[in-house]
C-alpha cells in the first residue's frame, strides 16, 4: 500500500482507530525519510461532539510534529451537519438518516482536504468490523457495483481523485483498540449523537454475535469477498467519469451524489 516517497494524507476522525494508525505511520515514516505525513480532519459541524474530536486529533498530531489540515462542511457546502438533518427533517426528507449524508459528504470533504494537501494517497483506518460490515450492508442493499468497488486500495482513476488505502483493513477493531490503550493514545471515545440511527449498528450486533458463537467468522467472510470482487468487477459496468454539473467533480452521473443530496435541503 504505501511507497517510500508517497505524499501521504491520514483520514484522522480523533477517535481511536484513526489515532492508532497515525500514531503507526508516524513510526513508519521515521524510517522512510522521503515520505511526507500529514492529518486532515472533516469537521462535519456535530454540536457536542466533533470539536472536542478536533481538539484530541490536533493535540496528537503536536504530539507527533504531525501537519494537521481541517475541512469543513460548513466551509465545503455552506451547512454543518446539524443544520443539514434540520433542513432535511423540516422537508419531510425524513427517509434519509444523518448517517446517509455524511457518509457522502465526507467522503467528498477527506478527497477535498488531501488533495489540497497535494497528496497522492489516503489512508483510513477502516478496520476488518468496518469492511465485514461494509460488504454486509451493501449485500442488505443489493448494492453490487458498491459491493465490487470497496475494497483496500481504491482503484477509481482520476486526476481529482486521490488514492485511498485501508491499511487496516485486516485489523480487527479490538485490536486498533488495544494499540490505543497499550500506547497510552488520547483519543475520543463519546460516540457521535448520530450513531444510533445507523443501519450499521445493527448490523455490527449482528455480525458480532455471529463472532462469538463462531470465531473466525469476520476474517472468512473478508477472505471471501476478496475472492469474490474480481467475478464482480467483471460482472458490474466499470464507471466512466464525467463532470458533477454543480460541482464539477468526478462523477458517475451528471450530477454527483452530494450535490444531490445537497439539493434536497436548499
Ligand atoms: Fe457521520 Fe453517522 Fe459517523 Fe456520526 S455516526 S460521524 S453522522 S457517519
Same mark, same amino acid.
Given at each position: 500500500?504505501?511507497?517510500?516517497?508517497?505524499?501521504?494524507?491520514?483520514?484522522?476522525?480523533?477517535?481511536?482507530?484513526?489515532?492508532?494508525?497515525?500514531?503507526?505511520?508516524?513510526?513508519?515514516?521515521?524510517?522512510?525519510?522521503?515520505?511526507?505525513?500529514?492529518?486532515?480532519?472533516?469537521?462535519?459541524?456535530?454540536?457536542?461532539?466533533?470539536?472536542?474530536?478536533?481538539?484530541?486529533?490536533?493535540?496528537?498530531?503536536?504530539?507527533?510534529?504531525?501537519?494537521?489540515?481541517?475541512?469543513?462542511?460548513?466551509?465545503?457546502?455552506?451547512?454543518?451537519?446539524?443544520?443539514?438533518?434540520?433542513?432535511?427533517?423540516?422537508?419531510?426528507?425524513?427517509?434519509?438518516?444523518?448517517?446517509?449524508?455524511?457518509?457522502?459528504?465526507?467522503?467528498?470533504?477527506?478527497?477535498?482536504?488531501?488533495?489540497?494537501?497535494?497528496?497522492? /494517497?489516503?489512508?483510513?483506518?477502516? +478496520?476488518?468490523?468496518?469492511?465485514?460490515?461494509? !460488504?454486509?450492508? #451493501?449485500?442488505? =442493499? *443489493?448494492? %453490487?457495483?458498491?459491493?465490487?468497488?470497496?475494497?483496500?486500495?481504491?482503484?477509481?482513476?482520476?486526476?481529482?481523485?486521490?488514492?485511498?488505502?485501508?491499511?487496516?483493513?485486516?485489523?480487527?477493531?479490538?485490536?486498533?483498540?488495544?494499540?490505543?490503550?497499550?500506547? /497510552?493514545?488520547?483519543?475520543?471515545? +463519546?460516540?457521535?449523537?448520530?450513531?444510533?440511527? !445507523?443501519?450499521? #449498528?445493527?448490523? =455490527? *450486533?449482528? %455480525?458480532?454475535?455471529?463472532?462469538?458463537?463462531?470465531?473466525?467468522?469476520?476474517?472468512?467472510?473478508?477472505?471471501?469477498?476478496?475472492?469474490?470482487?474480481?467475478?464482480?468487477?467483471?460482472?458490474?459496468?466499470?464507471?466512466?467519469?464525467?463532470?458533477?454539473?454543480?460541482?464539477?467533480?468526478?462523477?458517475?452521473?451528471?450530477?454527483?451524489?452530494?450535490?444531490?443530496?445537497?439539493?434536497?435541503?436548499?
Amino acid at each position: 500500500m504505501l511507497s517510500y516517497d508517497d505524499r501521504l494524507a491520514v483520514a484522522v476522525s480523533g477517535g481511536k482507530d484513526s489515532l492508532s494508525l497515525l500514531h503507526i505511520l508516524a513510526k513508519i515514516k521515521r524510517f522512510r525519510p522521503k515520505t511526507t505525513l500529514f492529518a486532515v480532519t472533516v469537521d462535519e459541524g456535530i454540536e457536542g461532539y466533533r470539536n472536542e474530536a478536533l481538539e484530541i486529533a490536533a493535540a496528537n498530531c503536536e504530539q507527533l510534529e504531525i501537519p494537521h489540515h481541517v475541512v469543513s462542511f460548513k466551509e465545503l457546502y455552506g451547512y454543518t451537519l446539524d443544520e443539514i438533518v434540520l433542513r432535511a427533517r423540516g422537508k419531510g426528507e425524513t427517509e434519509l438518516t444523518a448517517c446517509a449524508y455524511c457518509g457522502v459528504l465526507r467522503r467528498k470533504a477527506i478527497n477535498a482536504g488531501a488533495r489540497q494537501m497535494h497528496a497522492n /494517497k489516503v489512508a483510513t483506518a477502516h +478496520t476488518l468490523d468496518d469492511e465485514v460490515q461494509t !460488504a454486509v450492508m #451493501n449485500i442488505f =442493499r *443489493g448494492d %453490487i457495483a458498491r459491493l465490487s468497488k470497496e475494497k483496500p486500495i481504491t482503484s477509481e482513476v482520476h486526476p481529482l481523485l486521490v488514492q485511498k488505502i485501508k491499511p487496516f483493513c485486516e485489523i480487527p477493531e479490538k485490536e486498533s483498540a488495544l494499540y490505543a490503550y497499550v500506547k /497510552k493514545i488520547k483519543f475520543q471515545d +463519546t460516540p457521535c449523537p448520530y450513531a444510533s440511527e !445507523a443501519l450499521r #449498528n445493527d448490523i =455490527r *450486533g449482528m %455480525i458480532n454475535m455471529i463472532e462469538q458463537k463462531h470465531a473466525g467468522t469476520k476474517f472468512t467472510i473478508f477472505k471471501a469477498m476478496e475472492r469474490l470482487r474480481p467475478a464482480l468487477e467483471e460482472t458490474t459496468k466499470k464507471e466512466k467519469f464525467r463532470t458533477c454539473g454543480e460541482c464539477n467533480e468526478p462523477s458517475a452521473l451528471d450530477l454527483c451524489k452530494a450535490c444531490e443530496l445537497l439539493r434536497h435541503v436548499r
